[in-house]
């Protein structure tokens, strides 16, 4: 007897709740005066008993679930669509399901039931609830439609951009060797190891009309450790070694400056042949500008094994000056995006150096090295999106540069200068970066 005054008090009391929200949230205006009051108790009756069919089918339901999908609803003009005709959803028992179905992404050619996309709907999809009515995102791309990676119809001048910054880790390696007329063809061989530094980077870019992009960059890197050996031969091809040392190198800077313009294109992939949804290619061209300052101390001779040495405090400076050509791809899928971008540069090589402890050769500037040269760049990674217009970003920077002959001036004390064949110089660089990116907020 207990048990049915408790069943008859839980019907009145979700009666009561039921009745509440309903009168609370039923549309007001012309549409609402059509719906009659007996349609609203009605709707309440039937819910409340799908309700309890699902209690006593231990069946878990959400305070958000809609069991029914009343008439008087229907003939309001606010049944979800996608319904059928008796008012229960196609895509499950409550619209939270319904809202899952909306947010796939597929288009209306792929769908089996031909009920439309979400592209079709506008992104954005009804969320009915008892006649309140909520306007819910459905984006299926997410963030990769954000500003300055996807256009619309409505291009503007500046129609998008981005600022990003990364901070990570970078390590460097230099070679030359110069020879001498007559023999040996390797005189003089430099060589710079693992040269490791901490990496500061940024780049940024303008988009305009969707399609024209500005784009610079520029990273600085403080070295903080390194080797160099220094090596002196009298035979050709590194034969009879008659002078090594091995030194540290540490206190030295690595600089890189890019600033290109190009065109950017945009893609729909197909969806169930690719991961990724959109796909951006831009092709671009520009001038860019790479320096290392390298030094030479804490010297050691291996060759002759006299060891340590004090005084050694030389250094050598490189640039590479270059225009290039590149392209640069991003593929998009939700708030994930992969990218990778290839440069290819046409170089002059320019470096110098100051012997210090040669007091034969004129300070600061002993020798220089003048070379043709050019350069890969490849830059790979990945981005997420936490925000609209913020996402995180971990980026991979790979470099390798190679001269041709060129040719080695010294400067003498006295005044004088003698040249040498410049054999070449191979410089390769790589760096992982932790970074975050801003996206302009330029609604169209």
């Given at each position: ?61 959400e ?66 609830l ?88 520029y ?26 040392s ?9 600089n ?15 969806k ?10 831009t ?22 094994a ?24 991003k ?42 040269a ?10 997420y ?42 410089w ?17």
């Amino acid at each position: 007897m207990s048990c049915q005054q408790t069943s008859v008090l839980t019907r009145k009391i979700f009666t009561l709740i039921f009745s509440t929200i309903l009168l609370w949230g039923w549309p007001s205006g012309s549409q609402a005066e059509t719906v009659a009051l007996d349609g609203k108790n009605a709707a309440i009756q039937k819910e409340l008993e799908c309700i309890s069919k699902a209690k006593a089918a231990n069946k878990g339901f959400e305070w958000n679930d809609v069991c029914y999908v009343s008439e008087a609803q229907k003939a309001a003009g606010l049944v979800l669509p996608g319904t059928t005709g008796s008012g229960a959803p196609e895509y499950g028992a409550n619209t939270a399901e319904y809202q899952l179905a909306l947010n796939e992404d597929e288009t209306p050619s792929t769908r089996e039931d031909g009920y439309p996309s979400s592209r079709a709907l506008t992104r954005e999809s009804e969320f009915v609830l008892f006649g309140l009515a909520e306007n819910k995102p459905a984006d299926p791309d997410g963030y990769a439609s954000r500003y300055g990676l996807f256009p619309n119809e409505n291009s503007k001048f500046l129609s998008g951009g981005s600022v990003n910054v990364g901070y990570g880790l970078r390590q460097d390696d230099l070679i030359w060797s110069i020879g001498y007329p007559g023999g040996p063809n390797i005189l003089s061989e430099l060589t710079w190891d693992d040269v490791e530094s901490v990496q500061l980077k940024g780049r940024a870019d303008l988009v305009f009309y969707d399609h024209f992009v500005l784009d610079g960059m520029y990273a600085y890197g403080d070295v903080y450790d390194g080797t160099n050996q220094d090596s002196d031969y009298l035979g050709d091809f590194r034969t009879y070694e008659f002078s090594r040392s091995r030194n540290d190198s540490n206190g030295d800077d690595v600089n890189d400056f890019s600033l290109g313009a190009g065109y950017r294109l945009y893609f729909d992939l197909p969806k169930k042949d690719f991961y990724f949804k959109k796909a951006q290619v831009t092709l671009l061209a520009g001038y860019s500008y790479h320096e290392q300052n390298f030094k030479m101390t804490n010297g050691y001779q291996v060759i002759p094994a006299t060891g340590a040495f004090s005084g050694l405090d030389s250094s050598y400076k490189t640039e590479w000056e270059s225009t290039w050509i590149g392209v640069d791809l991003k593929a998009m899928r939700k708030d994930f995006t992969a990218f990778l971008r290839f440069e290819y540069h046409w170089a002059d090589y320019y470096g110098y150096g100051n012997w210090n402890l040669r007091t034969d050769f004129a300070h600061p500037k002993s020798f220089e090295h003048f070379a043709d040269a050019y350069g890969r760049v490849l830059t790979f990674g990945g981005d997420y999106a936490f925000t609209e217009n913020l996402s995180v970003n971990l980026t991979f920077d790979v470099q390798d540069w190679d001269s041709e002959d060129g040719i080695d001036r010294t400067h003498y004390s006295d005044g004088t200068s003698g040249e040498c064949p410049f054999n070449t110089a191979n410089w390769e660089s790589f760096a992982a970066m932790l970074g975050l990116t801003y996206y302009f907020p330029n609604k169209k």
